[in-house]
């Protein structure tokens, strides 16, 4: 399977824990982004890299948030001391720049849960 | 401020019937519109992606539309099957931005 995956697809942890999720672009793909889907509403947008660069964050990204991606290949989404509201699919997504569309392909998603 | 609405927020259709959702935008400068579906617990999977100039895109049974000029979009799903039952979401790209601006979806349930 060449799409994006995504690791593990579900956690569930007790507040106040971190957690720590996994995304593997498709390989040829140098840029990469992060998506939060709660229930019923679209994804919203968390921040993206191109390569290894962090081009942009969005204000959902609190600073109990953090992303890398230090290879430019795999990223890895932190979110320290956790929440109930932080309790979400989380969704990564990557695309080629030299696609003048920008398609993005999305993983299938880490559902966790926040108790 | 640059938004996406979709409606109906759901639909129950029976298979086999033909159905069409819609997607009103406040996006500027527009880029492109895409639709996607959701299965549930996974992730969105694109169905057309349209740009300015591209009144209709087809795949499949999956037929969109977009009038770039009053900002909306229609998805048109012909001869429904049980697997069309998902969400199914807007997408505005806006110009010079990396990042999608989603709408809220509509779900939509096919009955045997």
């Known amino acids: 399977d060449t799409g994006v995956s995504q690791d593990p697809r579900h956690k569930i942890t007790k507040r106040g824990q971190n957690v720590t999720f996994r995304c593997d672009p498709i390989?040829?793909?140098?840029?990469l982004y992060w998506y939060r889907q709660t229930l019923g509403q679209g994804p919203e947008f968390l921040t993206y890299?191109?390569?290894?660069?962090?081009?942009?964050k969005s204000r959902l990204l609190s600073d109990r948030f953090s992303a890398e991606r230090p290879k430019g290949s795999f990223s890895t989404l932190e979110i320290q001391r956790t929440e109930q509201g932080d309790s979400a699919m989380y969704l990564c997504?990557?695309?080629?720049?030299?696609?003048?569309?920008?398609?993005?392909?999305f993983g299938p998603g880490t559902r966790l849960t926040v108790t | 401020k640059n938004q996406v609405e979709q409606s109906p927020q759901s639909l129950i259709i029976l298979e086999g019937k033909n159905c069409t959702l819609q997607?009103?935008?406040?996006?500027?400068?527009?880029?492109?519109l895409r639709w996607y579906k959701q299965d549930t617990g996974r992730g969105p999977v694109s169905l057309t992606i349209?740009?300015?100039?591209?009144n209709t895109k087809s795949n499949g049974r999956y037929t969109a539309t977009l009038d770039a000029d009053t900002k909306q979009s229609s998805l048109h799903i012909t001869a429904s099957q049980l697997s069309d039952s998902a969400s199914y979401i807007c997408?505005?790209?806006?110009?010079?931005?990396?990042?999608?601006?989603f709408g809220a979806g509509t779900r939509l349930a096919v009955h045997p």
């Open positions: 997607c009103n935008y406040t996006v500027s400068p527009f880029s492109n």
């Open positions: 349209m740009t300015f100039s591209e």
């Open positions: 390989s040829e793909h140098n840029r």
């Open positions: 890299f191109q390569n290894e660069a962090q081009l942009e």
């Open positions: 997408v505005v790209r806006a110009g010079g931005y990396n990042k999608l601006i």
């Open positions: 997504a990557s695309s080629n720049s030299l696609d003048s569309k920008v398609e993005q392909y």
